[in-house]
């Protein structure tokens, strides 16, 4: 059979039918699998519409796996008044006020509170829209300060919303792009963002003299890349 780039198919499995979406990209090396927490389903991704599938079949050897990810992926938390969201690793609590205001952050005497108009979905847009800037400002000075670092030109930075990967880099034109939820991680996390992908304008793989880089701006970076991994999943089930 013949399978398509974005594609989605339903897997039989032990706990029933297993959610699969079918992606191809071209830079990766192999066939792999990996869980969209947000979209709650399984992503097999190839090389070429040619190896997908193999992902497939790749896929339902990994049935029972998939099914325990799918069941043990956060459930979605949404953004209202009342509740809280994590900023830069800190949790700030989320106040309605009348109106249509847009999101602000405040400083109280209890700690930082977000205040925004709207209701409901307009609540929720307001706040992540407040969390975008502030991811904005975050990674554009953590970048700023690695390329400097490495004697680096600037590079254009964009704000975007991605479920694959925390961040990209695009050394031919010069462009970074972060995804906003990582402004939910604790500081040093988003400072590691900033210089893996910075680290990218000077080898474009994950070579070690690639790791090496990125070791001689942040250090020893694997703690960081265990903390995205335990908690990745999380940052993407939250807000809309």
């Known amino acids: 059979m013949a399978y398509r780039n974005g594609q989605r198919l339903r897997l039989d499995g032990l706990a ?33 519409e040619r190896r997908l599938a193999d992902g497939v079949a790749f896929a339902r050897q990994k049935a029972a796996w998939i099914a325990s990810r799918l069941a043990a992926r956060p459930q979605a938390e949404g953004l209202e008044p009342g509740g809280s969201v994590n900023l830069k690793g800190r949790p700030v609590r989320l106040e309605g006020m009348g109106g249509a205001g847009a999101a ?3 400083q109280t005497p ?12 307009a609540f929720e847009r307001r706040v992540e829209n407040l969390l975008k800037r502030e991811a904005r400002a975050a990674l554009t000075e ?30 031919h034109n010069r462009s970074i792009r972060y995804s ?25 793989d994950h070579s070690p003299a690639y790791w090496s880089v ?7 970076h694997r703690p960081f890349r265990k903390w995205l991994r335990d908690h990745g999943a999380a940052l993407q089930a939250v807000g809309r």
């Open 16 to 48: 029933g039918d297993l959610p699969v979406r079918l992606s191809v990209n071209p830079r990766s090396r192999r066939v792999s699998i990996r869980i969209d927490g947000r979209a709650g389903e399984a992503v097999v991704v190839a090389p070429s």
């Open 104 to 106: 602000r952050l405040v």
């Open 110 to 121: 209890d700690g930082p509170v977000i205040r925004s108009g709207g209701e409901g979905e």
């Open 142 to 171: 953590r970048t700023e300060v690695h390329l400097t670092a490495l004697a680096q030109k600037p590079v254009r930075v964009s704000i975007v919303d991605t479920r694959s990967r925390w961040g990209s880099c695009s050394p």
């Open 180 to 204: 906003w939820r990582v402004v939910m991680a604790p500081e040093p996390v988003i400072d590691y963002l900033a210089a893996h992908e910075v680290a990218h304008l000077v080898h474009a």
């Open 214 to 220: 990125v070791e001689r701006l942040v250090g020893d």
